[in-house]
């Protein structure tokens, strides 16, 4: 079913246009930067932190998280641009499974999302994170999961999409909620009780909660539960997307 | 006997309750040099969008080299090449990569891949430029990028829809030398459509549609003497009324259309 030359092509394509665009790389890094020093050492030197970590430190792994879902969104949007400028037409007329063109749009979403997510790592020294290398090699697979996983969800999202406009609107109110409710900026545990619940049911929260634990050693969640919800979204999000191309495209 | 190159029995495709293709019914016989001619929106696109398996049809049956379009898709991809009407390249390759990613796509393997690529680049005079972007080139080089591309396969079956739209002469003319070569040394099976009736008189035979309708279907001399007309394009309007056409497309995608020519013309 899987044509894996077709998928690594698509891959690799989406890599050369990344290599080529320099003011995606620059965006990646300027997005971190600006939280980091907004919410970090903005709001981090007005109130002491959580569980005894500086606000800065405890918002570190949640800013992970944070490039990894922009980067994701950012990148599904290649699908629409594909379509607007013709270039899906040349795969979709090709000897090649639908299932092919998303796996492999997925692939490369995720891959350009993780390279972004790894670029906040170089900010550890600044934000009083003290991580041993075992930890931080232990934090590059959930990142890549939860690259693949949100990449896979803006792809279901832009396959419904006709515009960028659209795509624009819808993701803000996906992206948002999703990064403000999962526990990257605050702890869910001291929320209001809706706010909980949302929290709760937002994917993102679990893969947050890994990262916060890699890094800090504080967790809110069991780790099987982390574990079991990424991989469960994950699964979920890529089985979407695929459906959502054989379908609509 | 060979099966027809495309064959289409009593074709039905409607959207949102329009009928853009309506009871269409003909074979193209291979090595045939076909056109396909209409006014916009006579169902033309639409009708090379079901032979090329990116639409289902409503109803009735299409085949391309004898594979049916709705059942076995894969192996009709595999037959057909296709120069589309609105650009296709990813303008952020260069020429060289755009044809690497087709024939990876078409597992083609390396080194049928990279002789085919030169081939094709020596074929559309685009060898000196293979490794700049695409989106440096000029409208023409673009379009013979695109001609190179589809012929990279060899496929039985060539679409082409409009090609040569918004050439230059001398571009228009290497475009049709380059059809007529292909025709003599492969067999290669062309289904055009136009707007040009000097382009469509080089036809073997031409069938008129409008309104998803076949109107006419004969050899372009036959037509013009059956309808006691000076010319094609006489007969064209004779069969098809001189009042203008809108394309039939839908509010999002008209506006993506206009922005699409916009960008083509810059």
Known sequence: ?249 | MNPPAIEVSHLVKRYNGLTAVDDLSFDVQPGELFGFLGPNGAGKTTTIHILCTLLAPSSGSASVAGFDCLNQPRQVRQSLGIIFQDPSLDERLTAWENLEFHGMIYHMPKLLRRERMEAVLDLVDLGERRHSIVRTYSGGMKRRLEVARGLMHQPRVLFLDEPTIGLDPQTRRRIWDLFKQLRAQLGMTLFLTTHSMEEASQCGRVAIIDRGELLALDSPQALVAAHRAENLEKVFLTLTGHGLRDEEVSGPERMRDQVRRLKRWR
């Open chain 1, 1 to 249: 079913m899987i044509d894996y030359s077709a998928l690594l092509m698509i891959w690799r394509r989406d890599m050369i246009r990344l290599s080529r665009d320099r003011a995606q790389i620059a965006g990646s890094l300027a997005r971190p930067i600006l939280w980091l020093l907004v919410l970090g050492f903005g709001l981090g030197s007005a109130f002491p932190g959580f569980h005894g970590i500086p606000y800065i430190s405890y918002l570190f792994p949640g800013i992970i998280a944070m490039n990894l879902l922009f980067a994701s969104f950012l990148s599904a949007i290649s699908i629409i641009w594909d379509r607007e400028f013709g270039f899906l037409k040349e795969m979709l007329v090709a000897p090649i499974s639908r299932i092919s063109i998303a796996v492999g749009k997925a692939a490369s979403g995720a891959t350009v999302s993780f390279l972004q997510g790894c670029l906040v790592l170089a900010f550890i020294p600044l934000v009083g994170v003290s991580i041993g290398p075992w930890r931080l090699l232990a934090g590059l697979p959930v990142m890549l999961l939860i690259a693949f996983a949100m990449t896979s969800l803006g792809l279901l999202v832009a396959s419904r999409m006709s515009s960028f406009e659209g795509f624009g609107t819808i993701a803000n109110f996906v992206i948002m909620p999703m990064f403000f409710l999962s526990g990257a900026v605050f702890p869910l545990a001291t929320a209001p009780r809706a706010l909980q619940m949302v929290g709760l049911i937002n994917p993102l929260s679990y893969g947050v909660d890994l990262l916060r634990w890699l890094f800090l050693g504080v967790r809110q969640f069991p780790l099987m539960l982390d574990f079991s919800v990424l991989l469960l979204f994950t699964a979920a999000a890529v089985g979407g997307a695929v459906w959502a191309f054989c379908r609509r495209l």
